[in-house]
Each structure stands twice: as structure tokens, then as C-alpha cells.
């Protein structure tokens, strides 16, 4: 069984910084890609941000300069650290990965960290 565990949520004012955590916990071969995803009240869940092994990281617009998508393979552990944030990027954060066990691949989500920009 394998289980992304998210950390490093919280409250930060505008143009301030957080660095969110997502370790992969569990028995598996690889991770083959990950993402961060993330969800306003009422809006529909965004990609943030993906990094596919071997590849670039690639980022939507609202994230380009200000968020970076890293990984720790020897912790299995993908990070987003957020700098400039602003009110608009408050939401629940997910992790993404898609991993390949011994006998399959598949796709898993963490279970989302509030993040709050306000004064």
C-alpha cells in the first residue's frame, strides 16, 4: 500500500513564503511523475505544477516565477516552495504521483494541506 503524506501548510501574508512536503510512504519500484494540484472554495481542482522524471518541470501561468516543483529521490519526498504569495493562492494543496509497484502502476493523492494568504 502506498501513501503520499502531506506537511508544511498553514497561514502566510501576501508576498510571504511556505514550502510544502509530500513523502511517498510505502512499499513500490519508482515514482514515475509527480504534481501538485489545488483547489479554491468553489472552483474546480488546478494543476500547479509537474515534474515527470527525466523532464523538466512544468508550471501553470498563475505559478511560473513565483513556485518550485522539486524532488529528494533518497526521501521520496516532492516539495512545492511558494514565494510572493498572494490572497488568490489560498486553497487546499494536493500532491500527485504516479507510481509503479512491483506488478502495476498507479495514481495517488495526498490528502491536501489548507494554505492561507491573508493580512
Known amino acids: 500500500q502506498v501513501q503520499l503524506v502531506e506537511s508544511g501548510g498553514g497561514l502566510a501574508q501576501p508576498g510571504g513564503s511556505l514550502n510544502l512536503s509530500c513523502a511517498a510512504i510505502?512499499?513500490?519500484?519508482?515514482?514515475?511523475?509527480t504534481a501538485w494540484f489545488r483547489q479554491a472554495p468553489g472552483k474546480q481542482r488546478e494543476l500547479v505544477a509537474r515534474?515527470?522524471?527525466?523532464?523538466?518541470?512544468t508550471y501553470s501561468d498563475f505559478a511560473k516565477g513565483r513556485f518550485t516543483i522539486s524532488t529528494d529521490n533518497a526521501k521520496n519526498t516532492v516539495y512545492l516552495q511558494m514565494n510572493s504569495l498572494k490572497p488568490e493562492d489560498t486553497a487546499v494543496y494536493y500532491c500527485?504521483?504516479?507510481?509503479?509497484?512491483?506488478?502495476?502502476?498507479?495514481?495517488?493523492w495526498g490528502q491536501g494541506t489548507q494554505v492561507t494568504v491573508s493580512s
Open positions: 515534474l515527470v522524471s527525466g523532464s523538466p518541470a
Open positions: 510505502g512499499s513500490f519500484f519508482r515514482i514515475i511523475a
Open positions: 500527485n504521483a504516479h507510481i509503479s509497484t512491483w506488478s502495476s502502476e498507479n495514481e495517488y
